[in-house]
């Protein structure tokens, strides 16, 4: 045998051999991940978690936003979590749906879209749809627990603690997915594992682009129990949001199609239950699924859907902009002489008079006052009109919130606010993110005071840009009030404009507000403002223009 084939046969066996040991270690790692059931060992450590007031102001300059954006991340404090096992990933459609099967436990809501379950190929994604009880409730019968902030921070935190678990850089190794039309029966995660969606040096993966995920935090807030979710969904944008200290705290009842979670369990365990699946044994695709939801539909006019009774509460829907629809509650509270005398809880005495596709009417009564609401949808816009009449002998003063909720369209849904902008004294749009949070409060409810959008407002405008930039949901007023004032809602995207006008005795004051479904940009938006309003006078100044505006008709002597 010749030198030459002796290196052959050499080289051959080599290789060979190199090709088992490669094997051997990916089955001996199957097998340590089987034992673990798909959870990793965390081991105690040292480190310091959450933002300080500093960090907030040189973060708030990098991602363009007011420092107060970031009031949601833990306080920064060092802390030793002890050693404990986390789920890989977090927990699938199909592990879920073992655990419903088993308890009964409701399903998510977009689940009945398709019968109940999932379209197939879901069932190796993260679960999404799912409340902070939910998600502790599964954990409860799976023999673990949620896992607490600082536990979660461990879990993903870099060595040298970076902004992103990866570096500083932003995306880094993320591939995130960017659709063009989005929905909330047919959520946009991925199946899990792919490598794209996160993945720290501990071995935990898909906390950045999948789902926002329920930890164990709480705080007591409106009187309801609020929990804190950390990481970023697939319909998050913002590299705000992708940080390993950033943190959302939301109504622990609340659901939504990007909340999820995953459990942990003590590190005193040598391995960790399995976590049963379940597969519906009919089911559609996802193709099919979404070819349902992307039928074509004639345009026309707003279509009002008015609810009733005592309910103050109508959707609107634009067939242009799709099937779905945006909620307005008209008025959500009512302040008479600067005291409450509706708010959102109070049920108040209201009668329906008019309830069509193209027009909606009420009556609402009170001991002083009295308010007649109309609500009228042509061409692309809803017109709403508040008449107040004042039944005493003394001036009032009039002031309501109207909550226009965008939460039920995704292409306009922003709980980021990047994508929402107010109209400033001077004529300018601002983002809203620009603008400081109120008071100390959780995320979910947030707005400016009129000082910060310039002295002397004479009109408000609030806008909501589509996520393909093509579209905008707006809403404004202007006219005689005094004290305007914009507020969003992150949680909800809720858009409130608002404003005080003045009755005198005996006599009516009307306030004018309109709800707009434009294409174009926010310049198209400006000129639609300034043409439904017509303002007497438009001063030039550095920016742009101080409109001042004539007072609504409507305020005449009550009969």
Not at 34 to 42: D, K, L, P, S
Not at 86 to 93: A, E, G, H, K
Not at 111 to 139: C, I, K, L, M
Not at 165 to 182: E, I, M
């Amino acid at each position: 045998m010749s030198r030459e084939t002796r290196h052959e046969r050499s080289v051959s066996w080599s290789h060979l051999l190199s090709v088992l040991i490669v094997f051997m270690h990916a089955q001996l790692a199957e097998a340590s991940a089987e034992e673990q059931n798909g959870m990793v060992a965390i081991p105690a450590r040292r480190l310091v978690v959450g933002t300080s007031d500093t960090e907030r102001q040189e973060l708030a300059k990098r991602f363009d936003c007011h420092p107060t954006w970031l009031n949601d991340d833990l306080p920064r404090h060092e802390v030793a979590v002890p050693a404990f096992w986390i789920d890989q990933y977090p927990v699938t459609n199909s592990q879920y749906l073992a655990f419903v099967e088993a308890t009964g436990h409701p399903r998510p809501e977009w689940w009945g879209r398709w019968g109940g379950v999932f379209p197939t190929e879901y069932a190796n994604h993260p679960v999404v749809g799912v409340s902070g009880e939910d998600a502790a409730a599964y954990a409860k019968w799976a023999g673990k627990r949620l896992p607490s902030a600082d536990e979660w921070e461990a879990a993903v935190a870099g060595a040298d603690g970076s902004v992103f678990a990866w570096g500083n850089a932003w995306p880094g190794p993320l591939k995130l997915q960017h659709q063009a039309r989005v929905f909330w029966k047919l959520p946009g995660t991925q199946p899990i594992g792919t490598g794209g969606c996160g993945q720290s040096a501990a071995g935990m993966e898909d906390f950045a682009g999948q789902v926002l995920e329920w930890v164990s935090n709480v705080v007591p807030h409106h009187g309801v129990q609020f929990r804190l979710m950390k990481g970023a969904s697939w319909f998050h944008e913002d590299p705000l949001s992708f940080r390993t200290a950033s943190g959302c705290y939301a109504y622990e009842g609340w659901r939504s199609a990007f909340t999820g979670f995953r459990c942990v369990l003590e590190g005193n365990r040598t391995s960790s239950p399995h976590a049963p699946k379940s597969q519906p044994r009919q089911s559609i695709s996802a193709e099919a699924a979404s070819s349902e939801l992307k039928p074509e539909r004639p345009p026309g006019p707003p279509m009002l859907s008015a609810t009733g009774g005592n309910s103050r509460h109508l959707s609107i829907r634009f067939p242009k902009f799709g099937s779905e629809s945006v909620n307005l509650t008209a008025p959500e509270t009512i302040l008479w002489n600067g005291s409450s005398v509706m708010t959102w809880r109070q049920t108040p005495d209201i009668t329906w008079t008019e309830r069509t596709a193209e027009r909606a009417v009420y009556e609402m009564r009170f001991p002083e006052l009295r308010l007649h609401a109309e609500f009228i949808a042509q061409g692309d816009f809803v017109e709403q009109r508040f008449a107040v009449a004042n039944l005493t002998d003394k001036p009032g003063t009039f002031r309501t919130s109207s909550c226009f909720n965008l939460q039920g369209h995704p292409m306009f849904y922003d709980c980021e606010q990047r994508r929402t902008y107010a109209l400033t004294a001077d004529g300018e749009f601002v983002p809203m993110r620009r603008l400081s949070r109120g008071g100390n409060c959780v995320r979910w409810i947030t707005g400016p005071s009129g000082e910060e959008l310039g002295e002397d407002l004479q009109c408000v405008l609030l806008a909501v840009v589509s996520r393909d930039g093509r579209r905008m949901i707006a809403t404004g007023q202007a006219g005689e009030g005094t004290g305007f004032s914009v507020a969003t809602n992150t949680l909800f995207t809720c858009l409130h404009t608002d404003s005080t006008v003045q009755a005198a005795p005996g006599r009516q004051a009307t306030t004018r507000q309109l709800f707009w479904f434009l294409e174009g940009d926010l310049n198209d938006l400006l000129r639609r403002f300034r043409q439904e309003f017509k303002p007497r006078a438009a001063k030039n100044i550095q920016h742009g223009y101080l409109f001042v505006f004539d007072p609504v008709p409507g305020d005449k002597q009550l009969d």
